[in-house]
């Protein structure tokens, strides 16, 4: 069995009708990308950020994260690189950023709402990642998009930050990719109005899930609501592929619901253009997918 999969990681995954799907690794520190490569990934499809600035006393520079996103851009020599901007707060705290006290952390300040409220900070990483840009082929996404003025504001920095690079002497890529992570009801539902402007989306269905049934995902007393093959939560990610479909952009799912080997098939009919899981989960992803028509 395990040599069975060995035999995938230099094959591609397509259907049996010739579908060509991506299949790509998450990742939380920029030496995860060694395990992803080695299990045969066509990309990184998720690099969670907010680890760069965890189990630390202070902020990441400009330059510690440049350096973090140079290294993983390289290492890939050329395949899609999705970085997803900070994503912190709910669960994820940092003892040198001081947050308010709230009912409901995971409905408050977090993500794409703390970056926009601390431009400051944002920015930095804007910065890091424009810079970085040249080095490979960079996907830039935002967590926890609820409207579009959310990713026009944050486009908006994003070209604030260009100008100033340019003034400085950088170079900045021209062919970056801005999209969103769909992890919020309202931004399933509105799929087909977002994907106008966004070049892809990526559907983050741990927080889907948990926001659509009304089940934290770390609760263990309603784990049992916690279910991926939802007929609502299903609704919701067909309506964000054929959203995406509808405008010519692509769309990925980088929860964990992505490499559910029982998922896949749901998914694949769904037309999910890619697949973003764990390091471990790759290989046999590319079997089941290689056995759907
Ligand atoms: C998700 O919500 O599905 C996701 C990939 O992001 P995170 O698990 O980091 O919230
Ligand atoms: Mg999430």
């Not at 259907?15 to 060694?34: C, F, L, M, Q, Y």
């Not at 504001?153 to 003034?167: G, R």
């Not at 067909?238 to 405008?247: E, R, V």
């Not at 080997?261 to 890619?274: F, K, M, R, S």
Request: proline share 4%; hydrophobic share 40%.
């Amino acid at each position: 069995e395990k040599e069975e999969l060995k035999k995938l990681v230099d094959v591609k995954a397509k259907t049996k009708s010739g579908k060509r799907i991506e299949v790509a690794g998450n990742i939380g520190k920029p030496e995860d990308v060694h395990k992803v490569l080695e299990n045969g990934a066509d990309g990184i499809g998720l690099f969670r950020t907010e680890f760069l600035y965890m189990d630390r006393d202070d902020m990441p520079t400009e330059e510690e994260q440049f350096g973090s996103y140079k290294y993983v851009l390289e290492k890939m020599e050329g395949k899609p690189v999705v970085i997803r901007t900070l994503d912190i707060g709910g669960d994820k705290q940092l003892p040198y950023l001081a947050m308010p006290n709230e009912m409901n952390p995971f409905l408050g300040y977090r993500a794409i709402r703390l970056c926009l409220d601390r431009t400051d900070l944002f920015k930095i990483q804007l910065r890091a990642l424009l810079r970085a840009s040249v080095y490979g082929n960079l996907k830039v996404m935002f967590p926890m998009v609820s409207s579009l003025s959310e990713f026009q504001k944050s486009k908006e920095l994003v070209e604030e930050c260009t100008v100033e690079l340019k003034a400085e002497g950088h170079d900045v890529s021209e062919s970056i990719e801005w999209g969103i992570m769909v992890e919020i009801p309202a931004a399933a539902v509105m799929a087909d109005e977002l994907a106008k402007h966004v070049d892809f989306f990526s559907i983050g269905t741990n927080d889907l899930i948990q926001y659509t049934l009304a089940a934290d995902r770390m609760s263990e007393k309603v784990s049992y609501l916690y279910d991926p093959m939802h007929p609502a939560v299903l609704r919701l990610i067909k309506m964000t592929i054929d959203g995406a479909h509808s405008q010519g952009k692509w769309c990925g799912m980088c929860g964990e619901m992505a490499g559910d080997e029982t998922a896949i098939p749901t998914l694949v009919e769904y037309g999910l253009d890619e697949f973003s899981m764990s390091a471990s989960s790759i290989l046999r992803a590319k079997q089941v997918i290689l056995e759907q028509e």
